[in-house]
């Protein structure tokens, strides 16, 4: 060994010789060297790694270059972990002739597999970055290795086709890792690298020669490693083959290559990706990414664990025909459904379990139903609109004998959210309480919900006129839902005119909503006489609403439904005209015009009071 190795290093110089049939001569001697010599030679790894790095800079012949590759790939053969750790201490971007070597590395099955073996444990279970300061104030600084590793793995993807078929071999391992590392770089922040231009041929002239024996200067260049991490998952869709451009479009259309690298929604890019890929061929190696995720549930990082959680539950909408592989992530779901961080994705999955029909969301309708309430009357917004969205996909589906026990405490979980600021949740909340009117059809459940529908029927009439036109349609498409529960068929009759359509929005400032008002209270004055005190009342506490639009709305509908009701169903005993009429005077005082405006209009209508 210690004749060999000066023999390789002088080797690796003479790969520059100005006759190109010598310098491939010699790539050939090197590699053959190697090969039979090479288990002797792993102390001499760094000087042999560095001899080709400088050589292959500066090589300018097609064929010594194929050559000298080879020779390095032979050496790769016997010292894979060694050679990679000294390639990996090059800083990044990294130059063309390391990414040469790399991809060298890549076109060799016998190589590649351990590559990206190394390459996945340095991303997955290594330290990535390090922390420096408290509180909000904390800067997380991206380690080198992490990032050199993130550049090595998107540079032997750039192979394309080439690579296809080991991608399908190693699916789960590569889309983990690579989905794994955009939850990892969320928080990190760029970092600086010096790079050094390569030395000079020695083959240049004696001028150059002494210019090129100054030290070269450095150039700083900052890398982002959400970029780096966006670059894998380009590299990676284009080894899809034919599927490649369909999954890129996916990706595409809901703006995933953005959402991947915001610090804030990198979440929603996993999810779109896993979307994505999961829609075609590739959901047959879904059971293979949930075995190799599953243990990051329990990750070092936090993102870690939102990435593994935020793939399961777009996972679970795709388990229509994995009935074994749903059991395990409905399990995984409800088991992290403690950790704060966790909680919007295990929502999402559940409600996704309405993706595997009927006979799946019975089977876990009682812990989806247990899981999803609670946020209702949470503080978090966020997490209220994604139970709402779950429960509605859930309720157009459950067997209503799943429902029936806690369906009370279900309105009562939801009526809150009918008066929040957010117009989303608000709209939300109606969606939910009509998609109840299905499991309040049935027998067990019927007398209850025409309860809960009196109950909450003025106010999804008043925000039939909201400001906010998705909360207008979705109270007048639930009010079509449930009126046929309440023994009235002309008050269904009534609702199904162009004027209550949840596809129309009453215009501004016009009377469509005073017309479509003054025809529904006729209705419930004739059916329900007896509950027309509560509806007055509950109109009443309307007038104290944020919003001056409920106002004026509540002064319109209070006013008809009094001017219709009969002065012998006039119950003074649980209608307290002087309350009203208080009311609508305190009204009249409002800045507001309109609302003075509605308010003049009902008190005039109460005339005969």
């Not at 792993?42 to 790694?49: A, I, M, S, T, W």
């Not at 970055?129 to 993130?150: D, F, N, Q, W």
């Not at 006979?359 to 917004?381: F, H, K, N, R, W």
């Not at 005993?573 to 002087?578: A, E, K, R, S, V």
């Given at each position: ?41 792993l102390p001499c790894v760094p000087d042999l790694v560095a001899g080709f790095l400088t050589a292959t800079s500066l090589i300018t012949v097609e064929n010594t270059m194929e050559a ?41 099955k016998e190589l590649v597999v351990d590559a990206l073996s190394i390459l996945a444990t340095n991303l997955n279970n290594s330290c990535l970055h390090e922390e420096k300061g408290s ?475």
């Amino acid at each position: 060994v210690e004749d060999l190795v000066p023999l390789l290093i002088a080797s690796l110089g003479a790969l520059l010789d100005p006759q190109p049939k010598s310098q491939h001569g010699v790539a050939a001697i090197l590699n053959t060297l190697i090969q039979k010599r090479g288990k002797e030679l792993l102390p001499c790894v760094p000087d042999l790694v560095a001899g080709f790095l400088t050589a292959t800079s500066l090589i300018t012949v097609e064929n010594t270059m194929e050559a000298t590759q080879e020779a390095f790939c032979s050496l790769a053969s016997f010292h894979l972990a060694a050679v990679l750790k000294i390639l990996l201490e090059e800083p990044v971007p990294h130059p063309d002739n390391l990414i040469k070597l790399l991809q060298a590395m890549g076109k060799r099955k016998e190589l590649v597999v351990d590559a990206l073996s190394i390459l996945a444990t340095n991303l997955n279970n290594s330290c990535l970055h390090e922390e420096k300061g408290s509180g909000a104030k904390i800067v997380y600084t991206p380690l080198p290795l992490s990032m050199t590793s993130t550049a090595a793995f998107a540079e032997i993807l750039q192979l394309g086709d080439h690579f296809s078929g080991l991608v399908k071999e190693k699916f789960a391992q590569i889309f983990c890792t690579m989905i794994l590392r955009i939850g990892t770089c969320a928080k990190a922040e760029s970092r600086s690298f010096q790079i050094v231009a390569p030395v000079a041929s020695p083959s240049t002239s004696s001028k150059d020669s002494k210019s090129s024996s100054k030290a070269p200067a450095a150039k700083s260049v900052s890398v982002s490693p959400a970029t780096q991490a966006s670059e894998v998952v380009r590299q990676f869709v284009g080894c899809l083959g034919e599927q490649s451009n369909q999954v890129s479009s996916a990706i595409d259309d809901e703006n995933g290559w953005s959402l991947m690298e915001d610090k804030v929604k990198f979440a929603d890019g996993v999810t779109t990706i896993t979307r994505s890929v999961l829609s075609g061929p590739y959901l047959d190696y879904a059971e293979d990414i949930f075995n190799f995720l599953k243990p990051f549930v329990r990750g070092n990082y936090v993102e870690q664990r939102v990435v593994t959680l935020a793939v399961f539950a777009e996972m679970v909408a795709h388990c229509e025909k994995k009935p074994a592989l749903l059991e395990k992530l409905v399990f995984t779901l409800t088991e992290s459904l403690v950790d704060p961080m966790l909680k919007i994705h295990v929502l999402r999955g559940l409600g996704n379990v309405a993706s595997s029909g009927a006979e799946a969301v019975d089977q876990y309708a009682t812990t989806i139903v247990d899981a999803l309430t609670p946020p209702l009357s949470g503080a978090s917004e966020e997490l209220a609109m994604e139970s709402m969205d779950g429960l509605s996909k859930i309720f157009a589906l459950v067997n209503e004998s799943k429902v029936a026990p806690f369906l009370v405490n279900l309105c009562s979980q939801i009526r809150p959210s009918f008066e929040v600021e957010s117009d989303k949740l608000r709209a939300a909340g109606y969606r939910v309480f009509g998609s109840l009117a299905r499991v309040g059809n049935s027998p067990s459940c019927a007398e209850r919900f025409v309860e809960q529908i009196h109950a909450v029927l003025p106010a999804i009439i008043l925000h039939s006129n909201d400001e906010n036109s998705e909360v207008q349609e979705a109270c007048k498409k639930t009010l079509r839902q449930v009126a046929p529960l309440l023994s009235a068929p002309s008050l269904v009759t009534l609702l199904e005119k162009k004027i209550y359509d949840p596809e129309i929005n009453y215009p501004v400032g016009s009377a469509a909503y005073d017309h479509a008002v003054a025809d529904l209270a006729k209705e419930l004055v004739s059916n329900f006489p007896n509950r027309i005190s509560y509806y007055v009342m509950q109109c009443v506490e309307a007038f104290k609403s944020n919003w001056n639009r409920i106002k004026a709305n509540s002064a319109v509908l209070c006013g008809n439904l009094l001017g219709n009701l009969a002065p012998e169903k006039r119950d003074p005993n649980t209608l307290n005209t002087t309350i009203v009429t208080r009311a609508l005077i305190n009204l009249l005082k409002e800045k507001n015009s309109e609302v003075r405006q509605k308010a003049a209009e009902a008190t005039a209508i109460l005339y005969n009071y």
